[in-house]
């Protein structure tokens, strides 16, 4: 049950939520981005991939082997401040480069400055408590489907897979699917004795309102 907490845990990290959110929207709309298939825009994908997951994961490390940081868990919210601050200026980066790009649509920049607003909320937040940034990136990827949702206000959305079939989709069903990933990210944080439950779903509720204010307010 370990592993499986730990596993569910690193393929929701919060630094992978830019990229996820990238994935969705070319999904559900690729015409936005000038395209007819998000597979056509492979090099935005692996740019957001490496600016908000890759780097922030180097510069941890390089944290981690100078010592500034005990470990990569982090278990004390004091350890957290330095990394937070470092990848809050890596997300101010990339929302910067989103809103001047004219190949990036409105309501992604929207929602990467949802991730960008969570994160230094988040900051502020651990400085007082611990709070749980996988439930920040959840609640943001909960109001991200639902603004999805609004936005485009589609039924279904076809995913071209390998071999040329086509997969449809619904958009409640990833909706449902996502909430029931949030759930089993909580239990596995919990399990994990890595945050207790206000931390969870104060986090939750951060992320959430982060995204939805972000989204509300940019587009």
């Known amino acids: 049950m370990r592993f499986l907490a730990k596993l569910i845990s690193f393929v929701t990290h919060p630094l992978l939520a830019a990229t996820y959110l990238l994935i969705l929207l070319l999904a559900v709309n690729p015409y936005l ?14 740019l957001v991939f490496a600016s908000s997951f890759l780097i922030p994961s180097l510069v941890i490390l390089m944290m981690l082997g100078l010592e500034i940081i005990p470990s990569l868990n982090m278990p004390e919210k004091e ?4 990394p937070l601050i470092a990848i809050g200026m890596l997300y101010l980066g990339l929302f910067t480069f989103c809103r001047n790009d004219a190949s990036v649509p409105v309501a992604y920049t929207a929602l990467v ?26 609640g943001g990827l909960i109001a991200a489907v639902l603004v999805t949702i609004e936005l485009f206000a589609y039924d279904r959305f076809s995913v071209l897979l390998p071999g040329g079939k086509e997969l449809q989709l619904s958009l409640i069903t990833v909706l449902a699917s996502v909430l029931l990933i949030a759930g089993l990210v909580g239990t596995a944080r919990l399990y994990l004795k890595a945050h207790v439950l206000e931390d969870v779903a104060g ?11 972000a989204v509300w307010i940019w587009v």
């Open 113 to 138: 400055l949802g991730c960008v607003v969570g994160l230094f909320v988040g900051f502020f937040i651990n400085l007082f408590s611990k709070i749980s940034l996988h439930a920040i990136g959840m």
């Open 79 to 82: 350890q957290r401040t330095i």
């Open 203 to 213: 986090g939750y509720l951060v992320g959430f309102a982060a995204m939805a204010g």
């Open 33 to 46: 981005f000038g395209v007819s298939h998000f597979a056509e825009k492979w090099p935005l994908i692996l």
